[in-house]
């Protein structure tokens, strides 16, 4: 399997345009993750889906943020509009699991990140 | 409140030796608890992941434990490595809520 996939790896925008980042989870993957990185602030969970329906989304910052998992194999985290204060990386990750109990199916894969730049 | 606190910030040793990385939590009730290792530029990668009843788990070098009663846990890591310079995030789930709380990361860098 190719892992977790993130699109694009970078992205530069202007303040104030939309920002549309894409994820597909591994194949067979019950549960998907999309978290933000700073300096500052480190790593903070954003949203999550179960079987692609949002479970919890109190990590989203505000509601310039939106998620949406069309299907099992697609994800994308929407800012719109983009402030320079939304700079970090952002991670998608995905688990067999449709839990977060501890056992071996919960260990989440985290794609590769998506560096997003706001201007 | 629930936290994790991890230490220290920023460890340097040489190839060859074994360190140990701090983690403190206050979160409860508590589920498990997770370390990753993170490379520069790249996701966070599994390490282990502890529930209540286990206190140590490997994963080659890599050895976590957890004492749930202190709310303490530690990776030891032997022999270190070049390839062991990273960032180890400790991350803890609180139950019944699946909440996930992280650490802020402590920086290892392992020099020849």
């Known amino acids: 399997d190719a892992g977790v996939i993130q699109s694009p790896r970078h992205e530069v925008t202007e303040m104030g345009q939309e920002v549309t980042l894409r994820c597909k989870p591994i194949s067979g993957h019950n549960s998907l993750f999309w978290y933000r990185q700073t300096m500052m602030r480190g790593l903070e969970l954003l949203i999550y889906?179960?079987?692609?329906?949002?479970?919890?989304d109190s990590g989203m910052p505000e509601d310039r943020f939106s998620a949406k998992m069309p299907n099992a194999s697609f994800s994308t985290l929407k800012i719109q509009p983009s402030e320079p204060r939304d700079s970090a990386v952002y991670f998608c990750?995905?688990?067999?699991?449709?839990?977060?109990?501890?056992?071996?199916?919960?260990?989440?894969?985290f794609g590769p990140g998506t560096r997003l730049t706001v201007l | 409140k629930n936290q994790v606190e991890q230490s220290p910030q920023s460890l340097i040793i040489l190839e060859g030796k074994n360190c140990t990385l701090q983690c403190n939590y206050t979160v409860s009730p508590f589920s498990n608890l997770r370390w990753y290792k993170q490379d520069t530029g790249r996701g966070p990668v599994s390490l282990t992941i502890?529930?209540?009843?286990?206190n140590t788990k490997s994963n080659g070098r890599y050895t976590a434990t957890l004492d749930a009663d202190t709310k303490q846990s530690s990776l030891h890591i032997t022999a270190s490595q070049l390839s062991d310079s990273a960032s180890y995030i400790c991350v803890v789930s609180a139950a019944e809520t699946d909440k996930l709380i992280f650490g802020t990361g402590t920086r290892l860098q392992v020099f020849p």
């Open positions: 990750a995905s688990t067999e699991s449709l839990g977060l109990a501890g056992g071996p199916a919960d260990t989440q894969y």
């Open positions: 889906f179960n079987n692609n329906v949002p479970i919890d």
């Open positions: 502890m529930t209540f009843s286990e």
